[in-house]
């Protein structure tokens, strides 16, 4: 077998332990129309689905993973206030720009030259765009980088009603006015994170976006559509292995019910839980920052409920068929997520004929703010690869 690669907490190469893996591939589908996935639909998978694995101990953020390659400390050692305003005015070195869209006004930050190819960071729940900053700051001497709050999150404003604002088509919306306001003719190299990378999964899958995506990096957040199939082939093919992972997962998802019970979310995230979550998360993730989360936490995570209200059901229920990515995707898997098994993974080969690159590192769920350096090192070399691949094209 050809030699696999891992990169350690420095972000260089270093070889797995196993010395197992395959190579990354290009758009040839495997099989024939008579192989069918899980889904019940042909399959579609690539040649390529490269694993490659950190091996370092990733739980915790150290100074080495968070000093900016250009030098410039975080927020937190600069001096600014911890949970800052994120609707304050940008460092001088980053730009803010409105896009109005869908009945929302969209608050758009973009950092390094806006000649370079242009990365767009989605953020997930309950977070604001100031998650990606230490990547950000990582990738801004290479690219274009830009990152933006959803609707309903930091600086955006909400949709009026609540009541499906949020549904995966109106965010595409969103994802596609951004996409062509800071990058008008050439396409995106999108990433996201939790929900972030449950919409991109949406952005890479639906025949509109195509010419606008050039490659999709996707972190802790599976594609509702395949998730739905996920279930619906563990009732219909029962197992014990099958009922434990239903079981595992069921207890990881505790909260998404109770994300969707009326009022009493909102009521918490703007009590209690939201005066307690940054030193929850602090403990948890064990983030050495005081300056994440913002201020806004109590109203992004009240809002952001209807994510949940206006998605997870309708998709289980009815998954799409057809939701095959039009691009190359690396999927980076947090493999202690307390939210979201390695496990629920396991097909997206089947959903990705563009190629599949998939990457394990042994931390936890907020991975952006945990081990930015590594992250910005795995997003840089996949968008470096598929830039070179369409200029050979060219």
Not at 64 to 81: F, K, N, V, Y
Not at 135 to 147: C, K, Q, Y
């Amino acid at each position: 077998m050809p030699e696999r690669r891992a990169e350690d907490g420095t972000g260089r190469d270093a070889e797995a332990a196993d010395g197992t893996g395959t190579a990354s591939g290009g758009g040839d589908r495997k099989g024939g129309a008579d192989r069918t996935n899980d889904a019940g639909t042909p399959d579609q998978t690539a040649d390529a689905d490269r694993t490659n694995e950190a091996g370092d101990g990733a739980g915790a953020t150290n100074d080495a993973d968070r000093t900016s390659p250009t030098g410039r400390p975080d927020r937190e050692r600069a001096g600014a206030a911890p949970g800052g305003d994120p609707s304050a005015p940008p460092p001088a070195d980053v730009r803010e720009s409105w896009v109005e869209t869908g009945g929302v006004r969209l608050r758009v930050l973009a950092r390094g030259d806006a000649a370079r190819p242009t990365v767009l960071l989605v953020h997930g729940y309950p977070d604001s765009q100031e998650v990606w900053e230490e990547v950000a700051e990582f990738l801004a001497d290479r690219f274009h980088v830009v990152t933006y709050d959803v609707r309903g999150h930091g600086g955006s404003t909400a949709p009026l009603p609540l009541r499906g604002g949020f549904t995966l088509p109106k965010l595409t919306d969103d994802f596609l006015a951004v996409a062509h306001a800071v990058s008008p003719t050439r396409p995106v190299h999108l990433v996201g994170h939790d929900w972030g990378s449950v919409q991109g999964w949406e952005f890479a899958t639906v025949g509109r976006t195509q010419g606008r995506i050039a490659s999709f990096t996707s972190i802790s957040g599976p594609s509702l559509d395949h998730l739905g199939h996920w279930y619906a082939r563990r009732g219909r093919h029962p197992s014990p292995e099958g009922l434990l992972q239903l079981v595992d997962q069921g207890l990881k998802s505790w909260y998404i019910g109770a994300l969707h019970l009326p009022r009493l979310p909102e009521l918490a995230w703007r009590g209690p839980l939201g005066r307690a979550w940054p030193r929850v998360l602090r403990r948890a993730e064990k983030l050495s920052s005081t300056a994440y989360p913002t201020a806004s936490l109590p109203s992004d995570a009240a809002n952001g409920a209807w994510l949940y209200r206006d998605n997870i059901l309708p998709r289980l229920r009815r998954p799409r068929p057809d939701a095959f990515a039009h691009v190359p995707v690396q999927l980076v898997i947090p493999t202690r997520d307390a939210f979201l098994s390695p496990y629920l993974y396991d097909k997206v080969g089947d959903w990705t004929p563009r190629g599949l690159r998939r990457r394990a590192v042994p931390a936890k769920h907020w991975l952006p703010r945990s081990r930015p350096k590594l992250l910005a090192g795995w997003i840089a070399d996949f968008v470096a690869e598929h830039e070179e691949l369409g200029e050979d094209k060219d």
